[in-house]
Every structure is written in C-alpha cells, then in structure tokens.
C-alpha cells in the first residue's frame, strides 16, 4: 500500500503507523496525511462558559475545518454540552480541554506559551493589529456576559473584530468564524508551513486519529478534564 508524499519523524514512528494504514481505505489515507500536516497549535479558541450548545458545537467544528487542533472548554458556570447535528462528527478529529475553573485554564494556556487575547469593547485595536506571530489563546465569552471580569483583568491583550453596522456585536459563534477567517488569512500570507506541528506532535496525532477512526471511538476519547483551582 503505496503511501502519499509524507516525511515520518522518526523510523519508529513510521513503523507504528505504517502497521495501522492496511486497515483502512486509501482515499482515507491520503485525506488524514494531507490534513494532518495542516494542523496548528499556534492559535486556540477558549469557551468561556458559553451556554447554548449549538454556539459550542459550531466553534468547534469551524476549528476543525481552519486546522486548529485545540478548543478549551471552561464550564464554571454553564456545564459542557453540544449537539451532535452541529458537529458533523468534526470533534473526533479534534483535541478538547475541559475546566472547572477558568483560572486553571489560563494558567494551563501559559505553561504552553499562549499569550491570552479578549475580544472587549474598551478597546479600538483590531484583531489585525495584533502580533500574531506569537502563540495565541483567543477567548470567546458568553452569550449573555461576555468574558468574566476576572479574564478580562488578567487577560495580555484586547480587540475588535471590525464591523461597520448598528448592532453592537455578533452571535458568538459567528464571532468565532470570522475571527479564525483572519486567523487564517494571516497564516496564508506568511506561509502556514511556519505555524503547523512539528513531526514528532504531527505524526503522535496522526497515529491517534488512525486509533480514533479504526476503533470508532466515541467523542469523548478526544476529551482531556484539566483540574485545578
């Protein structure tokens, strides 16, 4: 079985997959390959305690369709739910970190290095402003309070997204589209080779999404509980 163009980190990695792919389709294979050296960890989006399933779901399946490969889930105030119909299966493609409390998140976002960025009213910096070379968390607030004021205190930077209309502000999970829009789009002008896994991360998930797929994994095999306090 006759494998796509894909540089394997290490021989024995290459073996560990290599002994799963007879087991599934070629047209299978080749898709997994191609997106998984698209994958980022370079941005994240954080639901801060949304409410409403559907805004869960559609963040997270709009993450999967962008490649990043990590949501953050804080549930202090509303538990985690989603709807199936929404997701389309994406969530078993993706990583998910769920907290009880919201300070444990942040600090679990800045062991890894990201820099902590709001959406916020208070301020007129564009998301186009920022520095995006730096590994970023993008937190999205809920539905009827916006980001906690604890997040906000504590939070490294703020923006916008520009609008140009009456209504104040958009559906939060529209929200999250177009901001992994321009996400995207800044990816793409400087390469987005510069912002994807390193092999060893890239083929340590490929070989997770062939477990996932072989074994027909439920969705919470994709699920990491993070607690603290």
């Not at 294979?29 to 801060?48: A, G």
């Not at 402003?129 to 997040?151: K, R």
């Not at 209504?167 to 999250?176: I, L, Q, R, W």
């Amino acid at each position: 079985m006759a494998t796509p163009d894909y540089t394997y980190s290490s021989p024995e990695m290459q073996a560990k997959i290599e002994a799963l792919l007879p087991r599934i389709t070629e047209h299978r294979r080749d898709l997994l390959m191609k997106v998984v050296q698209n994958r980022t960890r370079h941005f994240c989006m954080v639901l801060e305690d949304l409410f409403d399933p559907h805004n869960i779901s559609a963040v997270i399946r709009t993450a999967e369709v962008f490649g990043l490969e990590d949501v953050h889930i804080i549930e202090e105030v509303n538990p985690y739910k989603v709807n199936k119909s929404i997701l389309k299966g994406s969530i078993k493609w993706m990583n998910l970190y769920l907290y009880k409390k919201r300070k444990a998140c942040m600090e679990h976002l800045r062991q890894k290095g990201y820099r902590i960025a709001v959406a916020s009213t208070n301020t007129t910096k564009s998301v186009l402003d920022l520095d995006l070379s730096q590994p970023t968390a993008f937190y999205l607030g809920s539905e009827f309070t916006g980001n906690h004021p604890d997040t906000l205190a504590t939070a490294d930077c703020e923006f916008i997204l520009p609008q140009y209309g009456i209504t104040e502000s958009m559906n939060v999970s529209v929200a999250g589209g177009v901001l992994m829009c321009y996400l995207d789009h800044f990816m793409q002008q400087k390469g987005r080779s510069q912002f994807t896994l390193s092999p060893g991360e890239r083929d340590e998930l490929l070989l997770e999404w062939l477990k996932r797929h072989i074994n027909d994994e439920s969705a919470s095999s994709s699920i990491t509980r993070i607690d603290g306090e």
